[in-house]
């Protein structure tokens, strides 16, 4: 079986002297792994493709024998420009790109999250300062896509719109009340969100990389929005960053 593939490439890992193995996030198959055999070599099969970050059409042949994807040839679609040689924003990809793969999302949100991991990286290729605040606006958002981030339009408890007065996020119980219904509310861990850190909330849910990357809120206010989102994922992902990369917590 025979099939064309548009990917986004997640990793190349070199094996024995001339292979590789790819692993690839597409909008209809989710990530999976397919070997270039070959690749390293063939110039004319994989030009220009098989680097990490790259946008590519591949044909794929899919082996009867063990149902393993081989990468039969590509076309290079699109590739960052810039943002190889800019370490801070680079690092900010990967960040990104490491959150992604330590929560792997169900088949109905395969097209979402090519389509936000696309636009993570184009707007980190493009954008000159991004906000420090854009890899934790991007975890909030893969939160939401997996259900895991409480609504913060209008108090949980009592149903109050939420605004200037802030709010009070709830993490065990993963929703966020107003300042009234606090307290009311039983122990556990709270994280307080002023006025500016729910609206940021509210921008990794509706809005995306492009404004994310522009955001320059109050210090205090990303920093309570950061603990929020940290305790958020950490409590309901089940993954804290640490040395690098993200493990179970
Ligand atoms: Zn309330």
């Given at each position: 079986m025979e099939y064309s593939d548009q990917a986004l490439i997640l990793a190349v890992k070199r094996f024995r002297e001339i292979d590789a193995w790819v692993r690839l996030l597409s909008p209809t198959r989710g990530v999976y792994t397919a070997f270039a055999f070959g690749g390293l070599k063939s110039r004319r099969r994989f030009l220009g493709c098989l680097d990490p970050l790259n946008h590519v059409q591949f044909k794929v042949r899919r082996s009867g024998y063990r149902g393993y994807h081989c990468l039969a040839e590509g076309k290079l679609l699109d590739a960052p420009r810039q943002l190889r040689s800019h370490p801070q924003r680079l690092g900010m990809a990967v960040n990104c790109l490491k959150f992604f793969e330590a929560a792997p999302v169900a088949p109905g949100s395969f097209a979402q999250a090519y389509g936000l991991m696309r636009a993570m990286l184009s707007t980190l290729d493009a954008a000159d300062e991004p906000s420090p605040l854009f890899p934790l606006l991007f975890r909030a958002r893969m939160t939401f896509l997996h259900g895991m981030l409480p609504a913060c339009?209008?108090?949980?408890?009592?149903?109050q719109p939420l605004g200037h007065d802030g709010a009070v996020c709830h993490v065990e119980e993963g929703r966020v009340a107003c300042p009234d219904c606090r307290a009311a509310a039983s122990g556990g861990v709270h994280a307080r969100l002023g006025g500016e850190a729910l609206a940021l909330l509210a921008s990794a849910v509706e809005q995306g990389p492009e404004q994310w990357a522009a955001c320059r809120p109050h210090p205090a206010a990303g920093r309570e929005f950061s603990r929020a989102v940290d305790l958020l994922v950490r409590y309901h992902m089940g993954l804290a960053w640490e040395q690098g990369g993200f493990v179970r917590a």
């Open positions: 339009g209008q108090c949980a408890v009592c149903g």
